[in-house]
């Protein structure tokens, strides 16, 4: 059984121990925020756990969470990204995928495609009536018991 198999088969803590990556924590300047499930793992920040903290601790835990929100988000976005479930390229490609992904989800669309990203105005609420819709009936012959007797 090789070191893939073994990450695969536990869990998150005990994979990154596996795959050595304290040690390649240790070797850069990063912060690492971490869930309540690294804590004691001195390379990364991880919240305070238990009830009847300190308010001082309530906040930390405030402020670890808003730093974090915004890359739990986007890991949730990415599971919905069906390209990213079998990927069929070298795995070493996955974060720029990744980063593209997340590009053309968080663009700001130009001037001119506004009007065409723009969803279209139901004509029942304005008063409108869709002009295809029009034409279809237009097309359809009268029911029978309206058909004048010739």
Do not use: F
């Amino acid at each position: 059984m090789g070191v893939g198999n073994a990450a695969r088969q536990c869990d998150d803590t005990r994979a990154t121990w596996i795959w050595g990556v304290p040690r390649l924590l240790r070797t850069t300047d990063l912060l690492v925020l971490a869930d309540k499930g690294y804590q004691g793992m001195d390379e990364t920040l991880a919240p305070y756990k238990g009830r009847n903290k300190p308010e001082s601790q309530k906040e930390a835990n405030r402020a670890h969470a808003k730093m974090r929100g915004p890359s739990e988000r986007a890991n949730a976005q990415l599971k919905s990204w069906r390209i990213l479930h079998k990927l069929r390229c070298c795995p070493h490609r996955a974060g720029h995928l990744a980063k593209a992904i997340l590009v053309l989800q968080h663009r700001k669309p130009t001037p001119t495609e506004k009007g065409s990203l723009r969803r279209p105005q139901d004509p029942a609420r304005s008063g409108e009536r869709h002009p295809r819709l029009d034409q279809g009936l237009e097309r359809q012959s009268p029911p029978l018991h309206l058909k004048q007797n010739r």
